[in-house]
């Protein structure tokens, strides 16, 4: 103390990791998109339950982590479920390092980088042979459906179906042949190319939706992303191509 390197363990001696997930619900999460808030919230609040929750943030060891691992799979989580459980975690315990003053703590959920549960591996579904051409065909008999334009438009611009439900008149430069994403995944903007085939599939939609004055509200594609499954699968059924999803069709990028 006398020479100034002293720092105070006591705020994380008497700072449970219930209490420390709530502040963050209440400072960190609403800083978030909509759509992360609900589920951090939902993800918080079921770990805040669990005996680990009762435990000080500093008495909470790398072992315990791993502790904590095992019992979500005891539960029947899936690997991706926990990765998610530890993020959490993982920035709790950093933000109550940095924000919150607690210098003295280290991060537990770092400690244990080897044990987390290894995702299974990603799909591989691809259209083969005549897939294509009989997913096309069933589309365009869909009555009153955009489905067939948006097949050609997710294999031209492998965007993922929510970036695709969002897309907006005024994202599209058509000079530059590009779109902009405002909001991904990652939450990071990035910008499209759009191929010939692309700018086609847009110059071919009906007037009300290829046009943004006709456009109320501005959108490219009058469908939410869970229509858009729906209709997919709908047009499969009607091909008899069985096993591809929606997403699959990203993997279909002209190379």
């Not at 991706?80 to 950093?94: C, E, P, W, Y």
């Not at 909001?183 to 046009?211: C, F, H, I, Q, W």
């Amino acid at each position: 103390m006398d020479s100034g390197v002293f720092v105070s363990r006591a705020e994380a001696e008497s700072t449970n990791l219930a209490e420390a997930l709530g502040r963050y619900l209440r400072e960190i999460t609403p800083t978030k998109k909509p759509s992360t808030q609900s589920r951090e919230a939902i993800r918080a609040r079921v770990i805040a339950e669990i005996p680990l929750a009762r435990r000080t943030l500093a008495s909470i060891k790398g072992s315990d982590i791993a502790t904590f691992i095992r019992g979500r799979q005891a539960e029947g989580l899936g690997a991706n479920a926990i990765r998610l459980d530890l993020a959490l975690l993982s920035h709790v315990f950093t933000v109550a390092g940095s924000a919150w003053g607690m210098e003295s703590l280290g991060n537990p959920v770092k400690r244990i980088r080897g044990q987390r549960p290894k995702l299974p591996g990603g799909r591989t579904r691809r259209l083969v042979d005549d897939e294509h051409r009989r997913l096309v065909e069933a589309a365009s008999k869909d009555q009153g459906g955009m489905i067939g334009p948006l097949i050609t438009w997710a294999i031209e611009t492998a965007m993922r179906r929510g970036e695709i439900a969002a897309m907006r008149w005024d994202h599209l430069d058509r000079k530059a042949r590009v779109l902009l994403i405002p909001e991904t995944k990652t939450g990071a903007p990035r910008r499209v190319p759009l191929s010939t085939a692309a700018l086609g599939v847009l110059d071919g939609l009906p007037r009300r939706m290829g046009n943004a004055a006709h456009n109320v509200d501005g959108r490219v594609w009058a469908m939410r992303p869970d229509s858009i499954s729906q209709a997919f699968e709908r047009v499969c059924k009607a091909a008899g191509v069985e096993g591809p999803t929606f997403h699959d069709l990203r993997h279909e990028q002209a190379l």
